[in-house]
């Protein structure tokens, strides 16, 4: 229910109903009925210009940083991080074996092939193509049915502190780091900056 996940993401509310919410999403052209839209703020567009086009499609309720007054809305200083807490929480109702996976290079390809080996034997969810970040990492958690016996993350990161955040979502217990170089020096700075964020995937776990 929209006042149960309001709790969670420590939103408040505007206009609720007793919808149920089936599903997230993120873009309002793929939003469908029962959806719950996460207004997110990017480089180059804002969800907040999108709400009213969510509702249309069928949104039960809107995350937003400010209120649109298009449709039932639940209030949060930042979507991001509330689109990360819900799954987090989510993440928590489940017990699947979890792999974290991170690196410079090869992420999606050890990825793909300890998803591959796995799932001749088990039943496995793991992160779509590279969906490694802030947003893909919470939006693959939300897809968690509870049959899974692994769950298999790949985990980005341009800025410090991301690895951590990730780790915190998706509650890890294997590790794997591909490799630590030269890549995103303009965020993490130096290839130290790089080897601490990678390792931090070691030190959360």
């Known amino acids: 229910m929209i006042h149960d996940i309001a709790n969670i993401i420590g939103g408040e509310i505007r206009e609720s109903n007793m919808e149920l919410v089936r599903n997230v999403s993120i873009h309002s052209k793929t939003t469908m009925p029962g959806h719950l ?10 969800g907040h210009c999108y709400v009213g086009d969510a509702f249309t499609h069928g949104a039960v309720a809107a995350v937003v940083q400010q209120y649109t ?4 809305e ?22 699947p074996k979890t792999i974290g996976i991170t690196g410079t290079n090869g992420k999606t390809t050890v990825k793909n092939l300890v998803s591959a080996i796995l799932k001749k034997k088990y039943r496995v969810l793991n992160t779509k193509k590279n969906y ?7 939006l693959t958690l939300l897809e968690l049915s509870g049959d899974e016996d692994y769950l298999v993350v ?3 990161t341009n800025s410090p502190g991301e690895i951590k955040r990730l780790c915190e979502i998706a509650r890890p217990s294997i590790g794997v780091i591909t490799n630590i170089g030269p890549g995103h020096l ?8 790089i080897r601490r964020e990678k390792l931090s ?3 959360c776990r």
Request: hydrophobic share 40%; proline share 4%.
């Open 186 to 193: 303009e965020g993490l700075e130096s290839i130290e900056g």
């Open 132 to 138: 490694n970040s802030l947003i893909g990492l919470p």
């Open 37 to 46: 839209f996460f207004a997110l703020k990017g480089e180059h567009t804002d």
């Open 69 to 72: 007054n298009t449709g039932p």
């Open 154 to 156: 790949e985990m980005g």
């Open 74 to 95: 639940i209030l949060v200083s930042d979507t991001l991080f509330a689109l990360g807490r819900l799954a987090q929480e989510y993440r928590g109702l489940f017990c």
């Open 201 to 203: 995937l070691v030190w």
